[in-house]
């Protein structure tokens, strides 16, 4: 993620961009010419924050765009300890994570099911709140939501089924 910019850039594309300026720096240098500044942003060529107080200031400018993805890393830069500087402020990251999942961000839904599930961030442990943060989150696409329903059904199965199991021995067993 560029909080330059807003863009999404895969680790392929990402290590595929590095290649390219590699490539360019070596034919540059054969002729003297001046080299490209690999650490800027591949979609806007903005140089890349020189420390964590401007990285912050950017996602924040970003939050302002309603940007989900920005809203959510600062959510978790308050939910850390010093995570880029910030000090921890679970109120701070509530709302940060709240405004986000409002945005349609599926690490906010998840991360707002498991503080629900866990009690976390401040909030009272709700299984239906939990529940439906990491339904909506699953939806979307969210693997670890899916993992984390799929888990709890199969568990809840096999309870069903090992209670069901038992009854039907007993059952048979005072006849």
């Known amino acids: ?84 500087g910030v000090l921890q402020d679970e109120a701070k990251a509530l709302d940060f994570t709240r405004r986000a999942a409002e945005l349609g961000d599926n690490d906010a839904l998840f991360v707002l099911g498991s503080a629900y599930e866990l009690g976390n961030l401040g909030l009272e442990i709700n299984e239906n709140a939990s529940r439906k943060y990491c339904e909506l989150a699953a939806m979307g696409g969210h693997a670890r939501s899916r993992y984390t329903i799929g888990r709890s059904c199969c568990q809840t199965t096999f309870i069903r089924v090992t209670r069901d199991s038992v009854m039907h021995s007993r059952i048979a067993s005072n006849s």
């Open 1 to 84: 993620y560029a909080p330059c910019c807003g863009k999404k850039i895969c680790t392929a594309c990402s290590y595929q961009n590095w290649k390219a300026f590699d490539n360019e720096n070596r034919k540059r240098a054969d002729k003297n010419h001046a080299v490209l500044d690999f650490t800027s942003c591949p979609f806007c060529r903005t140089p890349r924050a020189e420390d964590d107080i401007e990285l912050i200031r950017r996602m924040e400018k970003r939050s302002e765009k309603d940007d989900p993805i920005a809203i959510f890393m600062l959510s978790t830069a308050y939910r850390g300890d010093g995570f880029h």
